[in-house]
C-alpha cells in the first residue's frame, strides 16, 4: 500500500468509526443489513505560489476597495535619490505604508515631512514582492494651519504670476482725501482705532462706511461686495478718494476672509485706490499684496490719510503765529522808541524847546500810526494771500488732471499692444524662415546626401575614415540606400 501523506484525510471519510456508546445493544448478527453511510470525497487543493496568492490579493483590493481618503500623521519619511517618496502614515492606533511616486503630479509635495498631520488621497494596493499592502498617494491635503498656510503660498504664488502684485499698477494715494470708503466690522475694535485717530488728528473727512463681517463663512463675499459697491457708488456721482479695508489683529484663520481670491480680484479690479490694513503689523493678508498700500495697523492707515491735512493745518497755524510774533516785535520796538522820545522831552526844560519836541513828538506818532497802519495792511495782504494760495490748491483739480492723463494712457494701450503683438509675430515668422533654411532636410532636397557608418553610425566625412568591407548608410531626402565598400 502506497505510504499516504500527512495532508491526505480521506481515510476520515471513507470509514467513520463505529464507536458504541455505553449501554447500546450489539446486533444480533452480523449479516443484518445496515444502511450505508455516505461516500465524502475530498475537494482537488488548488495550490498556489506566493506571487500568485499577493496577486490575487492585490486584485481584490483593488477592486473591493480601491481609491481611498485616509487622515492621519507622516512618520518614517524618505526621499530617494530617484524621486519617489515612502513613508508611514499612522494613528493612534494603526499605521500604514505609504509611497508617492515621482511620475505624481500633487500638489503641496515638498510639503511632506515627518509629523505632518495630513489627508492623502490613494489606490490600496499591494507590493508584490514583499506582500506588503501599502498606498499609492496621488492627493495630498494639510490640516489645520499647515493646510491654510499652504493655501495661502498657493493663492499667493498664482496672483503673482498673473501681475495682480506688480508694483507698476499701483496707484498713489491722494495727498488730501477729502470722501473715503471704509470697509470693516461695525462692531470690532478697528472702526473705534480709525475714527478715534482722524478725530485726534482733527481731519474733516466725509466717510461712506460699509459694515461688513470680516472673519467667518461668507465674509470673504462680504468684502469683495463692499469694495464693488463704493466703486459703483463712486461712479455714479459720489466720487471716492480711496477705500480702506481694515480689521483688527488675529490668528490666521481670523483674517482668513482677506486672503481670499475674491477679495483680491474685487481690489485689483477697483477703479479707486485702496488701503489695505489687516491685522498687525507682522501679519500680512493678499488685500495687502494687491492694494495700491499697505498699512500695518488700523491706526496706521487712519494717521497716513490724514497726514496732508495735518501737516497743511499745521503750517497755517504755524504762519499765522510768526505774523503775529512779527508784528508783536515791531511794535514792542516803535513803543521803546516813542518812550525813549518822551524821556528825553520831559529833560529838556525851555518851553520853546518843549514846543518843538511835541511837535516832533506829534509828527513822531502820526508817523508811528501810519507805519503801523501800512505795517498792518502788508501783514494782512500777505495772510490773504498765502490764504487764496491754499484756496487754489485744490485736490480734486489735480486728481482731475491724473484721471484725465491714465485715461488718455488707457486709450492708447490697445495700440501699442496690438503693435507690440504684430512686431513680436513677424520677428517670430522671420526666425522660423531662418530656421527653416538651415534645416538639414533643405540641404538633402538640394541634392546633398549624408553617408553613415553602418555599424557604428558615425557620420563619413572623408575616404579615410572607411575601409573595404564596410557596411555603409546613405541617407538621401526622401529615404535611405544601404552600400558596401569594395
Same mark, same amino acid.
Given at each position: 500500500?502506497?505510504?499516504?501523506?500527512?495532508?491526505?484525510?480521506?481515510?476520515?471519510?471513507?470509514?467513520?468509526?463505529?464507536?458504541?456508546?455505553?449501554?447500546?445493544?450489539?446486533?444480533?448478527?452480523?449479516?443484518?443489513?445496515?444502511?450505508?453511510?455516505?461516500?465524502?470525497?475530498?475537494?482537488?487543493?488548488?495550490?498556489?505560489?506566493?506571487?500568485?496568492?499577493?496577486?490575487?490579493?492585490?486584485?481584490?483590493?483593488?477592486?473591493?476597495?480601491?481609491?481611498?481618503?485616509?487622515?492621519?500623521?507622516?512618520?518614517?519619511?524618505?526621499?530617494?535619490?530617484?524621486?519617489?517618496?515612502?513613508?508611514?502614515?499612522?494613528?493612534?492606533?494603526?499605521?500604514?505604508?505609504?509611497?508617492?511616486?515621482?511620475?505624481?503630479?500633487?500638489?503641496?509635495?515638498?510639503?511632506?515631512?515627518?509629523?505632518?498631520?495630513?489627508?492623502?488621497?490613494?489606490?490600496?494596493?499591494?507590493?508584490?514582492?514583499?506582500?506588503?499592502?501599502?498606498?499609492?498617494?496621488?492627493?495630498?491635503?494639510?490640516?489645520?494651519?499647515?493646510?491654510?498656510?499652504?493655501?495661502?503660498?498657493?493663492?499667493?504664488?498664482?496672483?503673482?504670476?498673473?501681475?495682480?502684485?506688480?508694483?507698476?499698477?499701483?496707484?498713489?494715494?491722494?495727498?488730501?482725501?477729502?470722501?473715503?470708503?471704509?470697509?470693516?466690522?461695525?462692531?470690532?475694535?478697528?472702526?473705534?482705532?480709525?475714527?478715534?485717530?482722524?478725530?485726534?488728528?482733527?481731519?474733516?473727512?466725509?466717510?461712506?462706511?460699509?459694515?461688513?463681517?470680516?472673519?467667518?463663512?461668507?465674509?470673504?463675499?462680504?468684502?469683495?461686495?463692499?469694495?464693488?459697491?463704493?466703486?459703483?457708488?463712486?461712479?455714479?456721482?459720489?466720487?471716492?478718494?480711496?477705500?480702506?479695508?481694515?480689521?483688527?489683529?488675529?490668528?490666521?484663520?481670523?483674517?482668513?476672509?482677506?486672503?481670499?481670491?475674491?477679495?483680491?480680484?474685487?481690489?485689483?479690479?477697483?477703479?479707486?485706490?485702496?488701503?489695505?490694513?489687516?491685522?498687525?503689523?507682522?501679519?500680512?493678508?493678499?488685500?495687502?499684496?494687491?492694494?495700491?498700500?499697505?498699512?500695518?495697523?488700523?491706526?496706521?492707515?487712519?494717521?497716513?490719510?490724514?497726514?496732508?491735512?495735518?501737516?497743511?493745518?499745521?503750517?497755517?497755524?504755524?504762519?499765522?503765529?510768526?505774523?503775529?510774533?512779527?508784528?508783536?516785535?515791531?511794535?514792542?520796538?516803535?513803543?521803546?522808541?516813542?518812550?525813549?522820545?518822551?524821556?528825553? &522831552? =520831559? *529833560?529838556? #526844560?525851555? @518851553? +520853546?524847546?518843549? !514846543?518843538?519836541?511835541?511837535?516832533?513828538? /506829534?509828527? %513822531?506818532?502820526?508817523?508811528?500810526?501810519?507805519?503801523?497802519?501800512?505795517?498792518?495792511?502788508?501783514?494782512?495782504?500777505?495772510?490773504?494771500?498765502?490764504?487764496?494760495?491754499?484756496?487754489?490748491?485744490?485736490?480734486?483739480?489735480?486728481?482731475?488732471?491724473?484721471?484725465?492723463?491714465?485715461?488718455?494712457?488707457?486709450?492708447?494701450?490697445?495700440? &501699442? =499692444? *496690438?503693435? #507690440?503683438? @504684430? +512686431?513680436?509675430? !513677424?520677428?517670430?515668422?522671420?526666425?522660423? /524662415?531662418? %530656421?527653416?533654411?538651415?534645416?538639414?532636410?533643405?540641404?538633402?532636397?538640394?541634392?546633398?546626401?549624408?553617408?553613415?557608418?553602418?555599424?557604428?553610425?558615425?557620420?563619413?566625412?572623408?575616404?579615410?575614415?572607411?575601409?573595404?568591407?564596410?557596411?555603409?548608410?546613405?541617407?538621401?531626402?526622401?529615404?535611405?540606400?544601404?552600400?558596401?565598400?569594395?
Amino acid at each position: 500500500m502506497p505510504a499516504k501523506s500527512q495532508w491526505d484525510f480521506g481515510d476520515l471519510f471513507d470509514q467513520p468509526s463505529k464507536r458504541e456508546k455505553p449501554g447500546e445493544a450489539k446486533p444480533a448478527s452480523r449479516t443484518e443489513e445496515k444502511p450505508k453511510a455516505p461516500v465524502l470525497v475530498a475537494p482537488p487543493r488548488q495550490i498556489l505560489t506566493v506571487g500568485e496568492l499577493n496577486g490575487q490579493v492585490k486584485r481584490l483590493l483593488e477592486r473591493q476597495v480601491g481609491r481611498v481618503w485616509v487622515r492621519g500623521e507622516i512618520t518614517n519619511f524618505r526621499a530617494q535619490s530617484s524621486g519617489h517618496f515612502y513613508f508611514t502614515l499612522k494613528d493612534a492606533a494603526s499605521q500604514i505604508g505609504c509611497v508617492l511616486f515621482r511620475s505624481e503630479r500633487v500638489a503641496n509635495r515638498e510639503a511632506l515631512a515627518d509629523g505632518k498631520s495630513v489627508l492623502l488621497e490613494g489606490d490600496l494596493t499591494v507590493y508584490e514582492p514583499r506582500g506588503q499592502y501599502q498606498l499609492r498617494v496621488c492627493g495630498v491635503e494639510l490640516e489645520g494651519l499647515g493646510a491654510l498656510q499652504a493655501a495661502f503660498e498657493r493663492l499667493k504664488q498664482q496672483l503673482l504670476a498673473e501681475g495682480l502684485f506688480a508694483p507698476e499698477r499701483k496707484r498713489s494715494i491722494p495727498a488730501l482725501p477729502q470722501r473715503i470708503g471704509l470697509v470693516t466690522s461695525p462692531t470690532g475694535a478697528a472702526i473705534r482705532d480709525v475714527l478715534h485717530v482722524l478725530q485726534r488728528r482733527g481731519a474733516g473727512f466725509e466717510i461712506v462706511f460699509v459694515p461688513v463681517r470680516v472673519q467667518g463663512e461668507g465674509a470673504a463675499g462680504e468684502i469683495a461686495q463692499a469694495v464693488r459697491d463704493l466703486n459703483r457708488l463712486s461712479a455714479g456721482g459720489v466720487p471716492l478718494d480711496v477705500i480702506l479695508l481694515t480689521r483688527g489683529g488675529g490668528s490666521l484663520e481670523d483674517l482668513w476672509a482677506f486672503n481670499e481670491e475674491a477679495v483680491a480680484r474685487a481690489v485689483f479690479e477697483s477703479a479707486v485706490p485702496v488701503i489695505s490694513a489687516v491685522g498687525h503689523e507682522i501679519d500680512f493678508s493678499i488685500s495687502d499684496f494687491v492694494a495700491d498700500f499697505r498699512a500695518a495697523t488700523p491706526s496706521a492707515a487712519a494717521e497716513i490719510l490724514s497726514e496732508g491735512w495735518f501737516s497743511s493745518r499745521e503750517r497755517v497755524e504755524g504762519l499765522v503765529n510768526e505774523l503775529s510774533a512779527r508784528m508783536s516785535r515791531d511794535l514792542e520796538k516803535l513803543l521803546v522808541a516813542s518812550e525813549s522820545l518822551a524821556g528825553r &522831552l =520831559a *529833560r529838556v #526844560h525851555p @518851553r +520853546r524847546r518843549i !514846543e518843538e519836541r511835541g511837535q516832533q513828538l /506829534d509828527d %513822531l506818532g502820526e508817523a508811528l500810526n501810519r507805519a503801523g497802519r501800512v505795517r498792518l495792511r502788508e501783514m494782512m495782504t500777505k495772510s490773504r494771500g498765502l490764504a487764496d494760495r491754499m484756496s487754489r490748491v485744490k485736490p480734486m483739480v489735480q486728481i482731475q488732471r491724473r484721471r484725465d492723463a491714465l485715461g488718455q494712457l488707457l486709450r492708447e494701450l490697445p495700440f &501699442l =499692444a *496690438r503693435e #507690440h503683438f @504684430r +512686431r513680436n509675430r !513677424e520677428r517670430l515668422r522671420s526666425a522660423e /524662415d531662418r %530656421l527653416r533654411l538651415l534645416s538639414p532636410n533643405e540641404t538633402l532636397k538640394r541634392g546633398y546626401s549624408i553617408t553613415f557608418d553602418a555599424g557604428t553610425g558615425k557620420v563619413l566625412r572623408s575616404v579615410n575614415d572607411v575601409a573595404a568591407g564596410t557596411n555603409l548608410r546613405t541617407k538621401l531626402v526622401d529615404g535611405d540606400v544601404a552600400s558596401r565598400v569594395t
